[in-house]
Nanobody
Framework: QVQLVESGGGLVQPGGSLRLSCEASGSIFSIGPMGWYRQAPGKERELVATITAGSSTTYADSVKGRFTISRDNAKKTVYLQMNSLKPEDTAVYYC???????????????WGQGTQVTVSS
């Protein structure tokens, strides 16, 4: 079984920073692209940032220059450093990983349970 567990969410004032972490565990052979998504109340889930196994990154326009995605392959962990946070960044943040389970010939997508980020004064 594979699990993705996020941590690091919370309440922060506008202009503040938070760092999210997501660790993958279980019977994992290899991990490909990883990413962060978010879903605000009443809105669809949207892509925030992605990172390949070779650490190439992409970002949503709304977070470019403020958020940084990174990963530690040895720890099977992806991070999201969020700076200059705005009220519109308030959402549940989910991590995603496309990975091969041990013994599997096909990759599959896995999701974390989500962590709440609230930006408010």
């Amino acid at each position: 079984q594979v699990q993705l567990v996020e941590s690091g969410g919370g309440l922060v004032q506008p202009g503040g920073s938070l760092r999210l972490s997501c660790e993958a565990s279980g019977s994992i052979f290899s991990i490909g692209p990883m990413g962060w998504y978010r879903q605000a109340p009443g809105k669809e889930r949207e892509l925030v940032a992605t990172i390949t196994a070779g650490s190439s990154t992409t970002y949503a326009d709304s977070v470019k220059g403020r958020f940084t995605i990174s990963r530690d392959n040895a720890k099977k962990t992806v991070y999201l450093q969020m700076n200059s946070l705005k009220p519109e960044d308030t959402a549940v943040y989910y991590c995603n990983a496309n990975l091969f389970r041990s013994g599997s010939s096909r990759p599959a997508d896995y999701w974390g349970q989500g962590t709440q980020v609230t930006v408010s004064s």
